[in-house]
């Protein structure tokens, strides 16, 4: 098929079924009280529509993926029955070298190769993509997310926007409210979509830390996607994500512990390394040299962590580069990030050819085989 083709089948999916992450509430109606009619097919018969088309551009997940065939199993083996609807599990593997990945209403999860291939081996990080995804089916967010899209549109009677508007026009201007109301609905679909995915994990045997772990990675993913919110925005920045579901990972954590107790021996093995990192701070203390210090707090962590202040231009994974050059910079420290909540401070200067002028960019924390554990933006240094 023809990428613009699948372009076109995500978006269109995406659109109605694959709803992005954040919170809030809208003043048309909240998503507590938005009820699917039990003779609502809608979302059903549009999954009908673009299974061949779907099913066509990928590939069953067992050809390349078989660790994750068995975490979907365990999950959907916790969720609800469906006694109303009749839902066909499928796991889907789409080469397009993507980091998303997306649900149809019937069942049928979607999962871009690129993401596919960060989740690799790792059962947790699996089952952290796909709880989310079979959030939504259970939830039957396609439909909700229908139902309120329908009744901003005849309360406005205006074209809805999402995403980036571009230039404005006399409709942009006019739904810019509508538009503004949906975005919101989608943020808190993804937010509790994210909580209903950690308690399928916690229930299946997969520790909840595996979910914040596979976000600092996709964060690391994406530095460069997006520097400013937008009130149109179906995903939230991942700090504020972050910031909203820390009660839903302690809870699940609890309920995870309660039932499992040999964690090394659960079919997500024990929890992987968990590093927050906090929002740096910077404080000129000197003509041309600047304090940054780095809030972290650690959980699960053996051993000791590396962090990294870097500058300059990034590799493609989202890691900083390996080899300072005049263009790009980095300094390091190591710490066993033992306390509640330790800060670590670096000093730096212009003496190493950088301008005042020049930025400082990104915090990087590695574990000890370099691979990303979290990531914060650092503000420019003036």
Same mark, same amino acid.
């Given at each position: +098929?023809?990428?613009?083709? +699948?372009?076109?089948?995500?978006?269109?999916?995406?659109?109605?079924?694959?709803?992005?992450?954040?919170?809030?509430?809208?003043?048309?109606?909240? $998503?507590?009280?938005?009820?699917?009619?039990?003779?609502?097919?809608?979302?059903?018969?549009?999954?009908?529509?673009?299974?061949?088309?779907?099913?066509?551009?990928?590939?069953?997940?067992?050809?390349?993926?078989?660790?994750?065939?068995?975490?979907?199993?365990?999950?959907?083996?916790?969720?609800?029955?469906?006694?109303?609807?009749?839902?066909?599990?499928?796991?889907?593997?789409?080469?397009?070298?993507?980091?998303?990945?997306?649900?149809?209403?019937?069942?049928?999860?979607?999962?871009?190769?690129?993401?596919?291939?960060?989740?690799?081996?790792?059962?947790?990080?699996?089952?952290?993509? $796909?709880?989310?995804?079979?959030?939504?089916?259970?939830?039957?967010?396609?439909?909700?997310?229908?139902?309120?899209?329908?009744?901003?549109?005849?309360?406005?009677?205006?074209?809805?926007?999402?995403?980036?508007?571009?230039?404005?026009?006399?409709?942009?201007?006019?739904?810019?409210?509508?538009?503004?109301?949906?975005?919101?609905?989608?943020?808190?679909?993804?937010?509790?979509?994210?909580?209903?995915?950690?308690?399928?994990?916690?229930?299946?045997?997969?520790?909840?830390?595996?979910?914040?772990?596979?976000?600092?990675? $996709?964060?690391?993913?994406?530095?460069?996607?997006?520097?400013?919110?937008?009130?149109?925005? +179906?995903?939230?920045?991942?700090?504020?994500?972050?910031?909203?579901?820390?009660?839903?990972?302690?809870?699940?954590?609890?309920?995870?512990?309660?039932?499992?107790?040999?964690?090394?021996?659960?079919?997500?093995?024990?929890?992987?390394?968990?590093?927050?990192?906090?929002?740096?701070?910077?404080?000129?203390?000197?003509?041309?040299?600047? /304090?940054?210090?780095?809030?972290?707090?650690?959980?699960?962590?053996?051993?000791?962590?590396?962090?990294?202040?870097?500058?300059?231009?990034?590799?493609?994974?989202?890691?900083? /580069?390996?080899?300072?050059?005049?263009?790009?910079?980095?300094?390091?420290?190591?710490?066993?990030?033992?306390?509640?909540?330790?800060?670590?401070?670096?000093?730096?200067?212009?003496?190493?050819?950088?301008?005042?002028?020049?930025?400082?960019?990104?915090?990087?924390?590695?574990?000890?085989?370099?691979?990303?554990?979290?990531?914060?933006?650092?503000?420019?240094?003036?």
């Amino acid at each position: +098929m023809a990428v613009a083709t +699948m372009r076109s089948l995500q978006f269109l999916l995406a659109l109605v079924s694959s709803l992005a992450l954040v919170m809030g509430t809208s003043a048309a109606q909240t $998503l507590d009280d938005l009820e699917v009619p039990r003779a609502f097919k809608l979302d059903l018969e549009t999954a009908a529509k673009l299974r061949p088309a779907l099913t066509a551009a990928s590939s069953p997940a067992s050809n390349f993926y078989p660790n994750a065939v068995l975490v979907f199993g365990r999950l959907t083996e916790q969720a609800p029955s469906e006694s109303s609807r009749k839902l066909d599990w499928q796991l889907r593997i789409v080469e397009d070298g993507e980091f998303n990945a997306y649900s149809s209403p019937d069942g049928s999860i979607f999962v871009e190769s690129g993401l596919a291939r960060l989740a690799g081996a790792s059962s947790g990080l699996w089952a952290a993509i $796909l709880s989310h995804e079979i959030a939504h089916v259970i939830r039957r967010d396609w439909a909700r997310r229908y139902l309120y899209e329908k009744g901003l549109r005849n309360r406005s009677g205006t074209d809805i926007v999402l995403g980036d508007p571009g230039l404005p026009s006399e409709s942009w201007a006019n739904s810019e409210k509508a538009s503004a109301d949906l975005g919101l609905f989608c943020r808190r679909l993804e937010l509790e979509a994210d909580r209903e995915g950690l308690t399928l994990m916690a229930r299946a045997g997969y520790h909840p830390d595996f979910m914040p772990a596979l976000h600092h990675l $996709l964060h690391a993913e994406t530095a460069r996607s997006s520097s400013t919110d937008s009130p149109r925005a +179906m995903h939230p920045r991942w700090e504020q994500r972050e910031h909203e579901l820390n009660q839903a990972y302690v809870d699940t954590s609890i309920e995870f512990e309660r039932r499992w107790h040999e964690w090394y021996a659960t079919p997500g093995g024990n929890p992987p390394v968990l590093v927050f990192a906090e929002a740096p701070t910077v404080k000129k203390i000197a003509s041309g040299e600047w /304090e940054i210090k780095v809030p972290l707090r650690c959980q699960n962590l053996s051993g000791a962590v590396e962090v990294v202040v870097h500058s300059g231009s990034q590799k493609k994974n989202g890691g900083p /580069e390996p080899s300072p050059s005049p263009k790009q910079m980095e300094t390091r420290q190591m710490t066993g990030c033992t306390s509640p909540r330790t800060t670590i401070t670096f000093l730096l200067s212009s003496t190493s050819g950088h301008s005042s002028h020049d930025s400082w960019s990104d915090v990087y924390v590695l574990d000890a085989w370099g691979q990303v554990l979290a990531r914060a933006d650092l503000p420019k240094l003036h």
